[in-house]
């Protein structure tokens, strides 16, 4: 509370993204923490009783935060409610406007109560002018009046990213907002927002009563609806009729993406657009870019759907998802506040468990010399070891990597990444397939799989993998008969992958700069077995590996 004899924390965003809001009249001060990976590091300003700001060195971590602006559903499986749970199971904060109170259950909408315009505008002056908002994400705005004072409030209040969920029938088939409400969109809302998430029934609203019917259809739409100025489409095709597949078209005004995914045959499906909304909010709030919200959303709903297929809640035809049931059932804490950031793939170091011997180090101390030295992620590769032992190493490497920050993946073994909750896995062409993977580790985890060609890349970003390791650059001895690709077939992979690309095979402190320096943006660093683990002082090699990757890179850039 502000007033005499109180004392007042006032945090401020240090690195201020595009578009944020910056305090007037208080200085900042950089505390670096490698921890906090979204960079969003804070430091407090303590407003003593007479006024004055005085600094302290606590820092706190930046909790991202998505606003919803939306209706209340009382059977809680749509809506504000649905917002919330979404925005909870991606470690997101989100704060609420409610728009409208609907009676509402697994039947339909018995009844709608829209909130007075004044009220809607006083929710949102309470929120926007005290709280740090990232992302505003709308759904049901059942008046013009309404929209016109959600514009108003974002001229004032600017945010990162506006989310359009345009709700104007429930799934039940009662309307939400009326034909009316459409004016406000176009003019006012689809100027202003980053990604807009209509159905076939919206997009074709929107669109003056276009029919949509095909796949062809929906691409023709997203071309249009971006045409009305918004950034970011996505037509979500989940009632497209005879489709085995869920298919989804995003267009970000230059490409179009087909995402499909599979369809999770189950009555439990009310909400699933407002938690869709609602990821895509969350993940633009941690930082991704639309794809990666879009792909990472994709996934969550499909894998909330899939854990919530039998539970029964109510007795009508739409039941509502369990949002944290896989967070229930995968009750751990990752500790990591950013799923996956390419810029990790620089020094990429793969530990070799016979280097080791080798050597005579542990697991553990050589990824600890590793990390010291500068590498960004650490892979465990150990092919001959007990799973048992497997287990354990993994999981003291996991505690020095999280007190460095730094991503631990585990190669081959889902197993294994599962049982010491590792951040992800890398896999191969022979190993599980990306697709199972990602099914049993989540949306979470990050997944490499290796590629040696421009097929493999994209059936690699088609199974939602997160990154590609390419290679052998080099001739390597670590891996028995691995094909050489080369510096070209390196460079042709990187071109033709969707996906930040990692170099393998062969890479060493005297041959590391030409990779870097292959000039293909996508092209984020290089992995290394040999050329740190083979050596007495893991952390004297890393160190110069790191130091010619920075001078190669800088001379690129
Ligand atoms: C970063 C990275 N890229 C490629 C590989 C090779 O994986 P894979 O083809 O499955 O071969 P193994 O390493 O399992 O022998 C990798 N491990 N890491
Ligand atoms: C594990 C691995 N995968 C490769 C691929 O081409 O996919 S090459 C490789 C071995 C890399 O070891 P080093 O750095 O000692 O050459
Ligand atoms: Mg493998």
Redesign the pocket.
């Known amino acids: 509370m502000w007033g005499e004899g109180f004392s007042l924390n006032i945090a401020l965003c240090v690195s201020v993204p595009q578009g944020f809001r910056q305090s007037k009249g208080l200085s900042l001060l950089l505390v670096n923490s490698r921890i906090n990976r979204n960079k969003h590091t804070r430091i407090f300003m303590e407003m003593q009783g007479n006024g004055s700001p005085t600094t302290s060195n606590q820092s706190t971590i930046n909790i991202p935060h998505v606003l919803t602006v939306a209706g209340s559903d009382s059977g809680a499986g749509a809506g504000i409610q649905a917002d919330l749970k979404a925005c909870a199971a991606r470690g997101v904060y989100c704060s609420t406007v409610i728009t409208a109170v609907t009676a509402q259950n697994t039947v339909g909408v018995q009844g709608v109560n829209v909130v007075p315009e004044d009220f809607v505008a006083e929710q949102m002056k309470s929120v926007l002018s005290d709280m740090h908002v990232d992302v505003v994400k709308t759904g049901m705005l059942p008046s013009i009046g309404i929209v016109k004072i959600l514009h108003q409030h974002l001229r004032e209040y600017p945010v990162r990213a506006l989310v359009v969920d345009p709700v104007m029938v429930s799934t039940s088939g009662d309307v939400l907002a009326g034909p009316s409400v459409l004016a406000g969109f176009r003019e006012d809302l689809l100027p202003m927002a980053d990604i807009i998430t209509p159905n076939l029934k919206e997009a074709s609203a929107l669109l003056d009563g276009v029919k949509i019917k095909t796949v062809s259809d929906m691409r023709s739409a997203a071309k249009l609806l971006h045409d009305m100025g918004v950034r970011n489409v996505l037509v979500k095709g989940g009632d497209l009729p005879d489709s085995l597949d869920a298919v989804d078209i995003f267009f970000d005004g230059e490409h179009l993406y087909e995402l499909r995914s599979s369809r999770i045959k189950t009555r439990n499906t009310h909400g699933t657009g407002c938690t869709l909304a609602s990821c895509i909010a969350a993940e633009l709030a941690k930082g991704a870019s639309m794809l990666e919200a879009v792909k990472v959303a994709k996934c969550f709903v499909e894998t909330a759907l899939d854990y919530s297929k039998e539970i029964f809640i109510g007795n009508g035809p739409q039941g509502p998802f369990d949002h944290l049931m896989k967070l229930k059932s995968n009750a751990h804490n990752s500790g990591r506040q950013v799923r996956f950031n390419p810029s990790d793939l620089f020094l990429y170091a793969?530990t070799?468990s016979g280097m080791n011997r080798r050597w005579g180090h542990s697991i553990s101390d050589a990824v600890k010399a590793a990390v010291q030295g500068g590498a960004t992620i650490v892979q465990l590769?150990e092919k001959d070891i007990d799973t048992r032992d497997f287990v354990e190493a993994a999981k003291s490497c996991l505690q020095i990597c999280r007190a460095h920050g730094v991503p631990l993946l585990i190669?081959d073994r889902i197993d294994v990444a599962l049982a010491c909750d590792a951040d992800g896995v890398h896999i191969?062409q022979s190993d599980m397939p990306a697709h199972t993977a990602r099914a049993l580790l989540g949306p979470e985890k990050i997944i490499g799989v290796?590629c040696?060609t421009p097929e493999q890349a994209e059936q690699a970003w088609i199974a939602g993998a997160d990154y590609i390791?390419?290679?052998?650059?080099?001739p390597?001895?670590?891996?028995a008969n691995?094909?050489?690709?080369g510096l070209d077939g390196l460079k042709t992979v990187c071109l033709a992958s969707k996906l930040p690309v990692v170099a393998?095979?062969?890479?060493?402190v005297s041959n590391a700069r030409p990779v870097m320096e292959i000039g293909v943006p996508n092209l984020k660093g290089v992995?290394?077995?040999?050329?740190i683990?083979?050596s007495e002082c893991v952390l004297t090699e890393t160190r110069k590996l790191h130091a010619v990757l920075t001078e190669a890179t800088a001379a690129v850039k």
């Open positions: 793969v070799d590769r190669n191969g290796s040696k390791g390419c290679g052998g650059v080099y390597t001895n670590t891996k691995n094909l050489t690709v393998i095979g062969g890479i060493k992995a290394v077995v040999s050329a683990f083979d």
